[in-house]
């Protein structure tokens, strides 16, 4: 069973350009969230997909940023007009809501994709 | 308000030995769920450890146990025989009520460095 995996892992881009990342969760696993850290943070929430429903939106996102998931598989987060303070790593992360384990529900993360704003 | 207290910005430790890293949190609820993440510097977040709040005995895996002490609202991570392979950014991460939940909040994270 493959890992969660996100593209790019990298992605330096100018102020006010736009840049999208994907992510791959684990197969079958129905929820499907993205985080954002920052340097010397943990990862904060930004959103979540349950299948290809967005349940909810953090207030850290903002009007630039928008998500989707459109058949209940990946997922892509684009950040539109970036900003230097956008400079950070997106996490994605999946989870099943039959987890059976003690945990249940636990998330599994990607390894992430980090973002420069210059 | 939720919130998760990791206190230490850095620990060291030398190889096989055991290092406690240490986890506060508050919250209101009865029902949440603790979890501790290891973050190398690849980035990727891996799950390690899960302590419920109704759980009695303090959680294990393999060398990872939690020192759960409710009253006081901690939970701290112990690794056992210490590996060069441990030393990386350590997670503590609450989710509150039952595993429907889906938001977690995390602490700034322990620095963890294992020396030879």
């Known amino acids: 069973d493959t890992g969660v995996s996100q593209n790019p892992r990298h992605k330096i881009t100018k102020r006010g350009q736009n840049v999208t990342f994907r992510c791959d969760p684990i197969s079958e696993h129905n929820r499907l969230y993205w985080y954002r850290q920052t340097l010397g943070q943990g990862p904060e929430f930004l959103t979540y997909f349950q299948n290809e429903a967005q349940l909810e939106k953090s207030r850290l996102l903002s009007d630039r940023f928008s998500a989707e998931r459109p058949k209940g598989s990946f997922s892509t987060l684009e950040i539109q007009r970036t900003e230097q303070g956008d400079s950070a790593m997106y996490l994605c992360a999946s989870s099943h809501t039959r987890d059976r384990s003690p945990a249940g529900n636990t998330i599994y993360f990607g390894e992430g994709s980090w973002l420069t704003v210059v | 308000a939720q919130k998760i207290t990791q206190t230490q910005p850095g620990m060291f430790v030398q190889e096989k030995e055991a290092v406690t890293l240490d986890c506060t949190y508050d919250t209101s609820d009865q029902s949440y769920g603790l979890f501790w993440y290891k973050q190398p510097s690849s980035g990727e977040m891996i799950f390690l450890i899960y302590?419920?709040?109704?759980?009695?005995q303090n959680a294990t895996e393999g060398r990872y146990s939690l020192n759960f002490q409710k009253a006081r609202k901690s939970a701290n991570l112990v690794i056992s025989a210490s590996q060069l392979g441990d030393s990386a950014m350590y997670f503590c991460a609450m989710r509150e009520g039952g595993s429907g939940t889906y938001k977690y909040i995390f602490g700034t994270g322990t620095r963890l460095k294992v020396l030879a």
């Open positions: 302590q419920g709040s109704y759980d009695e």
